[in-house]
């Protein structure tokens, strides 16, 4: 960092019941001490986050459940760290977060949070139960008797609902937001566009096979994300299109590739001798 500039910092919204929160922080005080970046811990209750949005958790949602185990699995096995259902699941965490928000006061987040992240995701350790969330904090060498003497205290909650509904007015509900049309450009893999990230599309047309035409509620109070229209369907053949052009390029490559007539390449010939 450049003598004179500002301190960069980031704001880190979790909850341990979290499975993103979690990963995340098993790279995130690495990275922020790799550039000389200060983390601003951010408690949140994500319970509280969905109702303030209107949004459901995944496992709400059987194929977005399955899909999301799978995304899991797999950034815990690119990242090499530990990950496992909690069978306790769901957790409220209230506990556990008010402590969070008094051990920042104490200036022991980072202790805190190293271990009760992985308790939750690792160990398969109930915290809501105050004896066994009183043992993890204890297992950090933190003082838990000091630490859950206030998190009943009624200015710990408010500061964890404060960071809650500022989340939710900073519009911090999902990747994919569950009100948006489905047709609307920033649904979905618009931000990944915008990430300058790969881009990925997902098309979902839940009502083919049902016995009912697609586009049947199309410009009426009903034509909501669970049933298609055919602006929807225009979108749809515009991607297959577009991908079957892309295909199409590749595997003209590989034609002019395999039908290019063979070449030997010469060997190279000997070097001269310097002259005497």
């Known amino acids: 960092m450049p003598e004179g500039a500002a301190r960069p910092s980031v704001e880190f919204f979790f909850d341990f019941m979290s499975p993103t929160s979690y ?26 986050l969905h109702e303030l949005t209107e949004n459901r958790s995944p496992t709400a ?4 459940a399955r899909w999301i185990f799978q995304d899991l699995l797999r950034f815990a096995g690119r990242y090499g760290v530990p990950f496992v259902i909690n069978p306790n699941l769901p957790l409220e965490m209230r506990d556990a977060l008010h402590g969070a928000l008094v051990a920042l006061e104490r200036d022991e987040i980072e202790r805190y949070c190293a271990t009760l992240f992985p308790a939750v995701w690792a160990e398969k350790v109930d915290v809501d139960d105050r004896a066994a969330l009183a043992d993890r904090i204890s297992a950090a060498g933190l003082d838990a008797e000091a630490i859950l003497a206030r998190i009943d205290e009624p200015e710990i909650a408010a500061a964890l609902d404060a960071n809650t509904r500022e989340a939710a007015e900073r519009g911090y509900t999902d990747v994919f937001p569950p009100t948006a049309e489905f047709e609307a450009p920033v649904a979905g893999h618009r931000s990944f566009i915008d990430s300058d990230m790969r ?38 053949g515009e991607v297959m299109m577009a991908s079957l052009e892309a295909i199409s390029a590749s595997l003209a490559k590989i034609d002019r590739f395999t039908e290019a007539p063979v070449v030997a390449t010469p060997e190279p010939k000997p070097a001269a001798d310097p002259a005497p």
């Open 23 to 48: 990963l995340a922080h098993t790279q995130l005080p690495r990275i922020a001490d790799r550039v000389g970046a200060e983390i601003i811990w951010r408690p949140m209750l994500t319970l509280q």
């Open 61 to 64: 949602v059987p194929n977005k």
């Open 199 to 236: 881009r990925a599309v997902a098309i979902v047309d839940p009502h083919f096979g049902t016995g009912e035409l697609p586009g049947s509620a199309d410009h009426s109070e009903e034509d909501t994300i669970a049933r298609s229209s055919p602006k929807s369907l225009d979108i749809v």
